[in-house]
Nanobody, 124 residues
Framework: QVQLVESGGGLVQAGDSLKLSCLNSGSTFIVFAMGWFRQAPGKDREFVAATTWQGHSTWYGDSVKGRFTISRDNAKNTMYLEMNDVKPDDTAVYYC?????????????????WGKGTLVTVSS
């Protein structure tokens, strides 16, 4: 079983940096890839970034490319999202997700496990 817990959200100002963490307190052996998605009030869930658990491949959403970096520490069973030069449009609840499938981790409907989310608020 995979259990995901996000942390690191908070209130920041535009231009600041923030680092989110996602701890997998369950099994990592069945995980093919993990990713970050976000959902702003009144909007659909949006893909942010993803990585295979072995780190061979990473993907980024167009709106965060060049500003956000996804990484993972296999020894700590933890995935990170480093957010630089944040903007008010980055305000959202950020969710960590994981999939067992050898498929596209950019698609929310293909993710098998979800955390409860952590709120990031960016003030202008």
């Amino acid at each position: 079983q995979v259990q995901l817990v996000e942390s690191g959200g908070g209130l920041v100002q535009a231009g600041d940096s923030l680092k989110l963490s996602c701890l997998n307190s369950g099994s990592t052996f069945i995980v093919f890839a993990m990713g970050w998605f976000r959902q702003a009030p009144g909007k659909d869930r949006e893909f942010v970034a993803a990585t295979t658990w072995q780190g061979h491949s990473t993907w980024y959403g167009d709106s965060v490319k060049g500003r956000f970096t996804i990484s993972r520490d296999n020894a700590k069973n933890t995935m990170y999202l480093e957010m630089n030069d944040v903007k008010p449009d980055d305000t959202a609840v950020y969710y960590c997700a994981a999939t067992e499938r050898f498929d596209d981790p950019r698609q929310a409907y293909l993710m098998d496990y979800w955390g409860k989310g952590t709120l990031v608020t960016v003030s202008s």
